[in-house]
């Protein structure tokens, strides 16, 4: 049962664009989201969350929206640099547990 | 500030091997730690959560077993490892609800 979904495996966008990043989730006791970046062979670095309470959150060229009626969370990243491409992984919490549960990924290129 | 380090960075095994896989934290005290397996081409599974010393949440069940002998330490452990064993092996760890998770670099596991 994949909890949390990233329906794209891969995404390609051109530098300087507009990049995407779609999240899907079904348990509604989910009540904070996260996003994190992986380059290959090494761990996942946190780039941003939102909890429930918001609809969205931004640092930088990084914002997150969270939809809860639709249990959609979108990360868009602008504007696009080549040193994003990267694989994009969602995460999520229930409230009063210390678990995150993570999508499979989406793998973003960045094209200079 | 709080490091986490994972050893070893890759590691061949033959099936039928025991494992041991350590992380230790820095910086922190009582963290949340995790282990989370990443398969080829797969998202992050869950593997062994820890809230305290001696406490162990099992998400899996598998071939795998994990220790916390002290406050900032987690032990991924396997008596006989299996081929279906090989993955990308991430530690980590929180600091309650609502906060982020940091991972370690990983360690490449191959079992042969």
């Known amino acids: 049962d994949q909890q949390v979904k990233q329906n794209s495996p891969s995404l390609s966008v051109q530098e300087g664009r507009i990049s995407i990043l779609n999240c899907d989730y079904t348990?509604?006791?989910?009540?904070?989201f996260l996003w994190y970046k992986k380059y290959p062979a090494e761990g996942p670095t946190f780039l941003i969350s939102?909890?429930?309470?918001?609809d969205k959150n931004e640092d930088g060229r990084f914002t997150v929206f969270l939809n809860k009626s639709a249990k959609h969370l979108s990360l868009h990243i602008v504007p696009s640099q080549p040193g994003d491409s990267a694989v994009y992984f969602c995460?999520?919490?229930?409230?009063?547990?210390?678990?995150?549960?993570f999508g499979t990924g989406t793998r973003l290129k960045v094209l200079a | 500030s709080q490091t986490i380090h994972q050893w070893p960075a890759t590691l061949v095994q033959p099936v039928g091997s025991p494992l041991s896989l350590e992380c230790t934290v820095e910086?922190?005290?009582?963290?949340?730690l995790y282990w989370y397996r990443q398969a080829a081409g797969r998202g992050l599974q869950l593997l062994f959560y820890?809230?305290?010393?001696?406490?162990i949440s099992s998400e899996v069940p598998q071939n795998l077993s994990a220790s916390r002998p002290q406050d900032r330490q987690f032990i991924l452990s396997s008596k006989k490892l299996l081929l279906s064993d090989s993955g990308f092996y991430l530690c980590?760890?929180?600091?309650?609800?609502?906060?982020?998770?940091?991972f370690g670099q990983g360690t490449r596991l191959t079992v042969v």
């Open positions: 995460a999520a919490s229930a409230q009063g547990t210390y678990k995150y549960i």
């Open positions: 910086g922190t005290s009582n963290p949340n």
């Open positions: 980590a760890w929180g600091q309650g609800p609502n906060t982020e998770a940091f």
């Open positions: 820890s809230v305290g010393i001696g406490q």
């Open positions: 348990n509604s006791m989910f009540d904070y």
């Open positions: 939102i909890s429930s309470i918001k």
